[in-house]
């Protein structure tokens, strides 16, 4: 980095100097004794041999993510050794769990040996409880502190589109899903989804459902392998299949104990599930309504015709 200043030998092992202030490790110090033709160095056996001290993280607020963080949230990092300038920014990190923070800005530069700095960063779009917070200069890590950690709310689902019978992908809207990729589970009435992932981060997720039918049915999300990320009882009733449409019926005309084939869309699967009603209003040619039930029922193709 440049000359050590006011070089003076302790005795034959010990030599101390000046050093400009600094960030960084594995300097290399090159020691020269005498002048001209009769000086003497040490060569390459003080490489990497120099380094500033590693950072200290003091105190860190808050450690747990609101269920509802606005954008820019932003945690407070305290201690010593984070730099000395505003070019030291640049070389300052914040990781959190395995992530690096989206954004750091520094405040109370180092201004002596025992000088406090603050530091502000942004947690980066994830998921877990107690997630290591480690500030990095330079290259230099701080150590793994008890009180240094971090926890990210656990997800909310807020709404989930349907699908049809056949099964199919629904987008699933919410907050706290964390990065964009792939989570650990999803489960959509009752059935486990394929390839379930955000797409958009934080707030989206698409999984693809298996086939069914019915209304508020529940929706459950698992970020990670973890009791504590999961979404509770937030998409309790978030999910329904579409519902059935009838689009043809036939014969038009049948007396009692005659078949009708139904043919339309989202019957689904399982004819116990089935019920066809045939009725009229009142008040047609002076009668009263009244409503007849099929009895029994034979599937024709899954989800989109039947025999009653």
């Known amino acids: 980095r440049g000359p050590c200043l006011a070089p003076r030998v302790r ?87 395995t992530r690096l923070s989206l954004l750091v800005r520094m405040v109370n530069l180092d201004t002596s040996v025992d000088a406090l700095s603050e530091i502000y960063a942004q947690p980066p779009f994830g998921a877990g409880l107690n997630l290591p917070v480690v500030v990095i200069v330079d290259g230099q890590e701080s150590e793994t502190l008890p009180f240094a950690t971090f926890s990210y709310s656990a997800p909310v689902v807020i709404s989930a589109t349907s699908t049809p019978t056949q099964g199919g992908d629904t987008t699933i809207t919410g907050v706290n899903f964390g990065p964009v990729g792939a989570v650990f589970s999803i489960e959509v009435a009752g059935e486990l989804c394929t390839t379930p992932r955000v797409t958009v981060e934080d707030t989206t997720m698409v999984c693809g459902v298996a086939a069914g039918t019915g209304a508020a049915r529940n929706v459950f999300v698992k970020i990670t392998n973890s009791d504590t990320s999961n979404s509770a009882d937030t998409g309790v009733g978030k999910f329904a299949y579409l519902r059935p449409v009838i689009v043809d019926v036939q014969p038009i005309l049948a007396k009692t104990g005659d078949d009708i084939t139904v043919r339309g869309l989202n019957f689904g699967a399982d004819v116990s599930k089935l019920r066809l009603d045939i009725g009229f209003p009142a008040g047609i040619g002076g009668a009263t309504a009244g409503v007849w039930s099929a009895v029994t029922y034979r599937m024709l193709i899954n989800h989109q015709r039947f025999i009653a």
Do not use: H, W
């Not at 060569?43 to 860190?60: D, E, I, Q, W």
């Not at 450690?63 to 945690?75: K, L, M, Q, R, W």
């Open 11 to 97: 005795n034959d092992k010990v030599i101390t100097c000046t050093m400009d202030p600094g960030i960084g490790a594995n300097y290399d110090v090159r020691v020269t004794i005498g002048q001209g033709l009769n000086a003497q160095d040490s060569g390459a056996t003080g490489n990497n041999a120099f380094g500033y001290r590693r950072p200290v993280v003091t105190s860190m607020f808050p450690n747990v993510e609101p269920s509802f963080a606005a954008d820019g949230f932003t945690i407070t990092i305290q201690g010593y050794n984070f730099g000395r300038s505003p070019e030291d920014s640049p070389k300052l990190q914040v990781r959190i769990g």
